[in-house]
């Protein structure tokens, strides 16, 4: 086992037990490619979660962070620096957004959203004070804070860790009905997943984005997108929401505006909905940063100029056909869009994780989600040739 079981032993003495990972200890990675520390190659089919969208190492992120550190890398938001502007320009100009408001976790992203649309519900909407109601679906997942994880669906994210942020309410994940009977005069905001990705890569029916869209906006309520997993190409369009022409009034985005460098987040909007927002009521030390924001310009500039977006709309249909044409007594479902690509496992086939174990055994990294689906989202630069011979080794998985 060479120098690998060292190094789990050593986590698993020191390490909070918050995680089951795979057993595989990495220590380089490079494009599509990760290596651990026998040496043994991979393919990273998983992107820490869509946070690696233009793949390991990429030269372009990496020059502009090795710049920047040179130069300056923290000055916190009692002073300005000269590129939190460019970077919230390129955004906004990428978004088609008049402002943004940078942090560092998705999480915190969220927490901006319901901060913002709530105080925008009481001064604007005129929602009475502390009575704001913001609708979130079953199934969610929108992070970890125990603001949020206490309008999560899922009694283990809970468990323990309350009392919880009153004033969510939560509907079906893409029952149009239930979410315009949910809405009341005190609701603020809809805050949701375009396509629910820890979930287990749950698609809602066609047409649910636009119709809840045209729900909120006829109820004056604000569209909150939450596309932290779903933006910045994963799914074949920018955002997640551009399929079904949806421009949300909230748009949260996270994860790949870091290139896999650096934690950049962000919460995007309108005046209308940012202006709420006034010196001393919110922020975040490392939030718009000289280094993250060079970093979020670069990887910005590349899921862009690669057009990633394009890349992962036609890889990512090729490979779900491909992978819908394996005659395996396991498979359930596959489904997804682009490069977000989900394979349930039929319950009585067991879980995905030992799918996931001999997956690694032949050197693909993928990683199972909600216990029966095991999620392909390999960096969006990746060739259609390396998908290919993947696939031989994941159909002999999966035949099983
Ligand atoms: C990952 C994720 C988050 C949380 O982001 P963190 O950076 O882990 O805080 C929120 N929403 C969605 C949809 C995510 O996938």
Redo the contacts with the bound molecule.
């Keep these: 086992m060479g120098r690998t079981q060292q190094y789990l032993d050593e986590a698993a003495r020191y390490s909070a037990d918050n995680y089951k990972p795979l057993p595989v200890v990495l220590e380089r990675g490079e494009g599509v490619w990760v290596w651990d520390v026998d040496g043994k190659k991979y393919l990273d089919c998983l992107a820490a979660?869509s946070a690696v969208n233009q793949g390991h190492l990429h030269p372009r992120i990496i020059a502009a962070a090795k710049a920047q550190m040179k130069k300056l890398t923290l000055t916190s938001r009692a002073f300005h620096n000269d590129q939190m502007g460019p970077f919230l320009r390129d955004l906004c100009e990428a978004t088609g957004f008049e402002r943004a408001l940078p942090m560092n976790?998705?999480?915190e992203a969220?927490e901006t959203a319901i901060k913002m649309v709530r105080k925008w519900g009481y001064q604007v909407k005129g929602v009475p004070e502390g009575r704001a109601e913001i609708i979130v679906c079953e199934n969610n997942?929108?992070?970890?804070t125990t603001t949020i994880v206490g309008f999560s669906s899922e009694d283990q994210y809970k468990e323990g860790f309350g009392p919880f942020t009153p004033g969510f309410n939560l509907v079906p994940y893409g029952d149009i009905e239930a979410l315009r009977q949910a809405i009341t005069p005190n609701t603020v905001g809809f805050l949701v997943?375009p396509l629910q990705?820890?979930g287990g890569v749950i698609v809602p029916p066609e047409g649910y984005l636009r119709a809840a869209a045209e729900a909120c906006r006829e109820a004056g309520v604000a569209f909150i997108a939450?596309e932290?997993?779903t933006g910045l190409g994963r799914t074949g369009r920018m955002f997640c929401c551009d399929w079904e022409d949806v421009r949300p009034d909230v748009l949260i985005v996270?994860?790949a505006l870091g290139g896999g460098v650096y934690?950049v987040?962000a919460a995007i909007a309108d005046r209308s909905f940012m202006d709420v927002f006034h010196p001393g009521d919110h922020g975040s030390t490392f939030g718009g940063n000289p280094l993250g924001a060079a970093v979020g310009r670069a990887a910005l500039q590349v899921i862009v100029e690669e057009d990633l977006s394009a890349r992962s709309d036609e890889l990512g249909s090729w490979f779900m056909d491909e992978l819908r044409a394996i005659e395996s007594p396991h498979v359930l479902e596959v489904r997804g869009k682009g490069l977000m690509i989900g394979v349930e496992i039929k319950k009585e086939s067991g879980t995905a994780r030992p799918y996931c174990e001999a997956l690694q055994e032949r050197g693909i990294l993928a990683k199972e989600t909600h216990h029966q689906v095991i999620r392909f989202a390999p960096p969006l630069t990746i060739d259609r040739s390396v998908l290919k011979s993947a696939l031989v080794d994941v159909a002999e998985v999966l035949r099983g």
């Design positions: 979660y976790t998705g999480a969220v997942f929108h992070g970890r997943e990705g820890e939450d932290i997993q996270g994860k934690p987040s």
